[in-house]
């Protein structure tokens, strides 16, 4: 008996840490999305990594927003927002790009709004269909990085089919077979698309396929917990996909130059953009959230901490002259968005069946 | 004992609440859910499709896959049981100098596990691994990435998932009868004859229990081929993860998952008649207490002592490894230098004094705790019904529990989304997606099959007359089931409760679907930690971490067994008459399951196991 | 007292008492006795309420208590591994029936302590683990926890059958004691028909679910009613007709031959017994002997039978094997059945008596 009572008071304690341990503003959150109490706002992104939450609640802090940032890979946080649809705990979502956010629209789990910093950003880095449901505040060019120390200019592939095509590079690039991240859904995107085919399977040419294919047989598979820069610094890989805000610090970390390979149709940008979660009960403080969050000063502070590309242009002017110069040198590929929206999911379902080894 | 009918049952007010609950819980909870996926998944319009068998025939990697996971399922079998009843027979079987402290070498698997385990391996044995720079000096030839691939697999589940032998063969063990083996001595059997005829044989039912567990465990593994397997060695639970994240794909997943789960209940119906297949212990009233065997051969002595300690090694070494590299920086981490004058405290105070570092671990330990005591409590409500009444109600009822066991955990977290992301009037129209409760809710049914067949061989050891001395007295069912039923089962509730608690602290799988995202568990926490090592630090944390869960699990396993195995004092010991799960009365040993803790993430699938009761 | 009345058991399809009727008086030592799985368990069980019989009635002082449940019924129970709760000590498995009804703490202390007298078990022992108690003492605490509650029956399920024969002899005394100082009724359940002669006042002889006979020990042995009786009561040895029609010539009885007859071994002698003028002498061979140190058992050929014979060990020079020797029987004690197993007539019982004396 002695030992029941003792379980029964450990149910108690624990059903009080529960109780004690939500942050202090978000007591009656658990039960309904943000609750009454009107004052954090839980933020989504897959924008959190390397100090990016911590700086964002800080600063929202001074600005006079209590935030809770809830930081997931950019497939998680939008899989999260459409199982929470009819009971959502987020306000606001910032960082993934517009496949995603086409996703979160067609569910009906976006509010619209137009911040008030609309007129800065070019409208065509924005929600493509012009119904202006989510806006963008960074972009982020996903291109084939290669270490600038090991490879010459000029010895360096033109695109990412040289990759396979070339035996120079076979078994010299990383692959990624953890198909779920965006960056890597970009580079089969950017690849898939320019092989658009009616009669193809999934609307891709035999022969597009046959690059995937090609990708898989002769690359080096990713190391899981060891960054691309790590392997580059150890001579393992001398290339493998990257998104553009992120070298500059790996550079810094691992001793690594990087070069970056840009071929003649472009590379796959992706914008990461930010919107109001449907059925939000803070609406206004999340709107003022996202015209703090988007405006130029915001902006350009969050490049300079985290070397990004902003979109607002009052933020670029502010932005690091090098990573403006950066993307400028970057010419954007014309991705089909509405064809890839369309068939991502099959695509990546068949690689992953067909062609991941 | 009542073996009346439905109705019989159905007069008794404590049946009808605790059944009125039950069928509530059974619906909403393991029936709709479930059935909501398949049906969504396989007859989206109404129609059978069959889009997915096409898909998975026609792709090699996943007949691959399939081929790996049955292939990973016998080598285990296999490699399991010879580690296992070694290690068994070294400790609990065998005069081995220093037996104790092996004991809890090898029982360090009750400690750590999953995602945590096969990581502790790879950075000992992997690329850079200390273990692999001593292995290079020795054979400068050695490929550095030698521990990846089938092999690595193998090895790490190998010593990883031996924790059901620790618990449930050395129980058995413990029951054979010194007086058997001083016969077959006497009539000239060598120790090895003696070992081969005699012993392992009355061992049989639970080494089957065990192998079965095995089996299931490395078909659904999923940490450790994920972690080592490689390009050359995938397997099937990596897939179900990958393709159930993806609406369009969903049914792949499912459909992989119904693979698993046909193997598992096929599994489970031969474990169930070779269970029928009789009594294989003596059940002589006057059995005397094993005495440990001195092993006469001089060579053979050696031998076993020394392949005993490599073992010990091999156990402890991950664990003594992670637990200093938690104290040195993540430079030397990275390079997998270790010294001591590196060391400091540094990673537990950046970790420990992080606003945010301790919240995780509450978090977890409130979660797990609570699953743990609501699913033992439960079902001890539960199976003492299914086990005082028998009609094919209650049959139908204890199958209907076990469906946690053929679904994997991703796909019932799936199917509570599915099902529950609306109002929906089974759960007074709340919507749960979003609350706090659903992963609380998935984390009780992955627990349910493990609690409920450990829990009824428990209340099987009670004797029925019992019961009907203490009714004749006039007690009332609640009076029995407080000052009878109770301190017979509670070593063994308390022990289940320890392994359910110890086995959610640190999951990924449910609480990446289900999790409340300002009440993440440290098992996101610790897979944010591992993905991408931008940050340096985070592989320091992730050691920071698991330490801290090894000291959790440590502690729990020491309330539970530690206290139990001390010599007792004071009658209220007999209440352990029950003692564990690894004695129970008349019954075999409850046996285990792939989830106790232990094989817990290294084998994933949550919660595979039969029991094997003799009786 | 008790009456058991039209009674039928099944489970499932098992019929394992087909009707059963059984009048038991009051203060009366009464037995079930028979092999195992002949139902006589499932009738003791029955009268505690722990099986609902699909048919019948059972009495209590004349009150139908077929639906009352078990506490109602005013019975106390010895199992036959005793039942003793592990978790309690010996004085808390005695109190536990008094603390169901509440009774006040002293009450329940003082009752305790003076059944606990009354059964032999000091203070001391009350207050020991199960575990320290040997077979003998453990079975004194369930019978105390029995009589604690003062129920007008005692019912007993092979209380002896754990212990060894030795203390089988003399708790069977002591039990008896017990009862006859308490002139508690008690049915008391056994296979061993040694107990049941011993110590009942009437003995319900069981086979198959049936009553095969009820009577005073004594009419059980020397009238056992049917052939079953016979055979499961003491040691007997079956005869031929020869053997019966020897017997007839030799005594000038007229027992029928065709019906199957036997005779107990201590009823036949190898020296004429002059108080039993009546007897035929037979010739026969001895086949065996069997030395138990107070008599021997003689297996004698005779007449196509194989008899035995039990002599006394009286240190007179007694025959060794394949000596051949004389039978003395007397027809009186033959025992007759026919084909039905039922007893033929009522055997002789003037001349039973006369062999008795």
Redesign the interface.
């Known amino acids: 008996m002695r030992k029941l009572n003792q379980l029964a008071a450990t149910t108690a304690a624990a059903g009080l840490l529960l109780a004690a341990c939500s942050p202090s503003g978000a007591d009656s959150d658990t039960g309904n999305g943000d609750g009454g109490s009107g004052e954090t706002l839980i933020v989504y992104t897959n924008s959190n990594a390397d100090g990016r939450a911590e700086w964002l609640t800080a600063e929202a802090a001074t600005a006079g927003f209590t935030i809770e940032v809830v930081g997931q890979g950019g497939g998680d946080t939008t899989n999260k927002i459409l199982a929470e649809a009819n009971n959502p705990v987020a306000d606001v979502v910032f960082g993934l790009n517009h496949v995603y956010f086409s996703q979160l629209v067609a569910a009906d789990t976006i509010e619209p709004y137009t911040p008030s910093w609309s007129e800065e950003v070019d409208p065509a880095l924005g929600d493509p269909t012009g119904d202006g449901m989510y806006w963008p505040v960074v972009q982020q060019g996903i291109v084939l990085a290669y270490n600038a120390d090991a490879l010459a200019a000029d010895e360096a592939p033109t695109d990412w089919t040289d990759l396979w095509n070339d035996e120079r590079f076979h078994g010299r690039y990383e692959t990624v077979d953890g198909l779920g991240g965006a960056t890597t859904q970009l580079i089969f995107a950017g690849i898939l698309t320019r092989y658009q085919d009616p009669d193809g399977d999934l609307g891709v040419s035999d022969e597009g396929w046959e690059q995937i294919q090609g990708y898989f047989e002769h690359g080096s598979p990713a190391v899981p917990d060891t960054d691309l820069y790590a392997r580059m610094a150890a001579g393992d890989v001398d290339m493998g996909q990257m998104f553009t805000s992120g070298i500059p610090s790996r550079e810094e970390e691992y001793g690594v130059t990087t070069g970056v390979v840009t071929p003649e149709f472009g590379v796959p940008f992706a914008v990461e953009q930010v919107a109001i979660v449907q059925g939000t009960d803070q609406t206004e403080d999340a709107q003022a959230f996202i015209d703090w969050f988007g405006s130029a000063d915001v902006q350009a502070a969050w490049s300079a901490e985290f070397d990004s590309m902003p979109v607002n242009a009052g933020a670029i002017e502010q932005a690091d002259a090098s990573i403006v110069e950066f993307h400028a040198g970057l010419q954007q590929q014309d991705v089909d968005f509405e064809f890839v929206t369309e068939n991502l999911s099959s695509w990546i379902e068949k690689v992953e069946l067909e062609y991941v080894q | 004992m009542n073996r009346s009918g439905v109705r019989g049952m159905l007069r008794s007010p404590f049946v009808i609440v605790t059944g009125v609950v039950l069928a509530w819980f059974v619906v909403t909870f393991l029936v709709w859910p479930n059935a909501n996926l398949l049906i969504a998944t396989f007859f989206p319009d109404g129609t059978l499709t069959l889009r997915a068998v096409d898909k998975l025939i026609s792709s090699e990697r996943a007949m691959r896959s399939l081929t790996n996971s049955f292939l990973l399922a016998v080598v285990l079998s296999v490699t399991v049981n010879a580690v296992g009843i070694f290690i068994v027979l070294v400790t609990k079987y065998f005069d081995i100098k220093g037996a104790r402290l092996l004991w809890f070498g090898y029982a360090s698997t009750f400690i750590y596990g999953g995602i945590v385990l096969a990581a502790g391996y790879k950075f000992i044995y992997g690329e850079n691994g200390i273990a692999t720079d001593v292995l290079l000096r020795f054979f400068p030839g050695l490929d550095p990435a030698w521990f990846t691939g089938f092999f690595a697999v193998v090895f790490v589940m190998t010593f990883a998932t031996t924790t059901n032998h620790m618990l449930f063969v050395s129980g058995a063990l413990g029951k054979v009868d010194q007086q058997t083996l001083e016969a077959a001595k006497s009539m000239g059997a060598s120790d090895w004859t003696i070992l081969w005829r005699v012993v392992l044989p009355m061992l049989r039912p639970v080494l089957f229990a065990v192998t079965i567990l095995t089996f299931l465990g490395g078909l659904g593994a999923l940490s450790a081929p994920q972690v080592l397997g490689g390009r050359e060695f995938q397997t099937i639970a990596p897939m179900i993860l990958t393709f159930s994240t993806s609406l369009t794909s969903r049914d792949i997943a499912a459909l992989l998952a119904l693979v698993l789960g046909v193997a598992t209940i096929v599994l489970l119906v031969v474990l169930t008649r070779v269970e029928k297949g009789g009594t294989y212990f003596s059940l002589s009233k006057v059995s005397s207490e094993l005495v440990k065997q001195k092993i006469s051969n001089p060579v053979v002595n050696v031998v076993v002592h020394v392949l005993a300690y490599a073992l010990f090694a091999v156990y402890t070494l991950p664990v003594v490894l992670i637990v200093l590299y938690s104290f040195v920086d993540s430079r030397a981490i990275e390079s997998g230098e270790l010294s001591f004058g590196a060391m400091s405290l540094d990673n537990y105070a950046r970790v420990l004094g992080q606003s945010s570092g301790l919240r995780p671990f509450i978090v977890s330990v409130v979660y797990s705790g609570l699953a743990a005591v609501i699913s033992v409590v439960g079902l001890i409500f539960v199976t003492r019904i299914l086990s005082k009444y028998r009609n094919w109600l209650t049959t139908a009822v204890e199958y209907l529990l076990h469906i946690p066991w053929i679904l994997p955990a991703t796909m019932i977290a799936l199917g509570l989304i599915m099902s529950y992301d609306h109002p929906n009037l089974l759960v007074g129209n709340i919507v749960l997606t979003g609350t706090t409760v659903i992963l609380l809710i998935s984390f009780v049914i992955g627990k349910i099959p493990f609690t409920l067949r450990l829990l009824k061989a428990s209340f099987a050891s009670v004797n029925d007359t019992l019961e009907e001395a203490a009714s004749l007295m006039g007690a009332r069912m609640m009076y029995i089931f407080r000052r009878i039923l109770m301190p017979a089962v509670l070593p063994t509730a308390l022990a289940v409760g320890a392994l359910n608690f110890n086995s959610l602290l640190d999951d990924y799988d449910t609480a990446v679907f289900l999790a409340h995202p300002l009440f993440q568990p440290l098992g996101l926490v610790i897979k944010a930690n591992t993905d991408g090592a931008v940050s340096l630090d985070a592989r320091a944390n992730t050691f920071v971490y698991t330490v801290l869960l090894m000291v959790i699990t440590g502690v729990t396993m020491y309330l539970v067994y530690g206290r139990a195995m001390r010599p007792g004092k004071g009658r209220r010991r007999r209440a352990g008459r029950g003692v564990l799960p690894t004695s129970g009365g008349a019954s075999v040993a409850p046996v285990p399951d792939a989830s106790t803790r232990p094989g817990a993430g290294v084998t994933a699938r949550t919660a595979t196991q039969p029991s094997a009761e003799v009786a | 007292m008790i009456r058991y009345e039209n009674i039928n058991v099944t489970?499932?399809d098992f019929v394992a008492i087909p009707q059963l009727d059984l009048q038991v008086d009051e203060g009366e030592f009464f037995t079930l006795l028979g092999p195992s799985g002949c139902g006589k368990t499932t009738a003791l069980r029955t009268l505690?309420?722990?099986v609902?019989p699909a048919a019948g009635d059972v009495h209590i002082d004349g009150r139908p208590v077929t639906r009352l449940?078990?506490?109602k019924r005013r019975?106390?129970?010895v199992?036959?591994?005793y039942?003793l709760?592990?978790?309690?000590?010996v004085w808390e498995n005695i109190a536990?029936?008094l603390k169901?009804?509440k009774e006040s703490k002293a009450e329940v202390d003082r009752l305790v302590r003076d059944i606990a007298r009354r059964v032999d078990l000091s203070d001391e022992q009350l207050e020991?683990?199960?575990?320290a108690l040997s077979g003998g003492q453990q079975q004194r605490v369930a019978i105390a926890?029995a009589l604690v509650?003062q129920p007008k029956i005692l019912l007993l399920d092979e209380p002896l059958s754990?212990l060894d024969a030795k203390l089988r002899g003399q708790l069977r005394i002591q039990l008896k004691e017990l009862q006859a100082q308490f002139g508690i009724t008690t049915l008391y359940v056994t296979h061993d028909q040694d107990e049941a002669l011993t110590m009942s006042d009437r003995i319900a002889v069981f086979n198959h679910g049936r009553v095969e006979q009820v009577g005073t020990p004594q009419e059980i042995y020397d009238q056992s009613a049917t052939e079953f009786v016979c055979n499961f009561i003491g040691d007997s040895s079956r005869l031929t007709p020869d053997f019966v029609a020897q017997v007839n010539l030799g005594a000038g009885s007229d027992l029928p031959l065709e019906r199957s007859s036997y005779l107990r071994q201590e009823k036949v002698g190898l020296q004429p017994n002059p108080a039993l003028p009546r007897s035929a002498a037979l010739d026969g061979v001895v086949v065996s002997r069997r030395y138990h140190g107070v008599h021997s058992s003689y297996t004698v050929s005779s007449h196509g039978s194989t008899v035995k014979v039990m002599q006394r060990e009286d240190g007179t020079v007694q025959p060794r094997v394949g000596d051949a020797v004389t039978l003395h029987v007397n027809p009186a004690n033959v025992l007759q059945y026919t084909p039905d197993g039922v007893a033929a007539a009522t055997p002789d019982v003037a001349a039973a008596e006369v062999t008795l004396r």
Do not use: E, T
């Open positions: 489970f499932g505690a309420g722990f609902q449940p078990s506490d019975v106390g129970m199992f036959q591994n039942a709760f592990p978790s309690m000590n536990f029936g169901v009804r020991k683990d199960l575990a926890r509650l754990n």
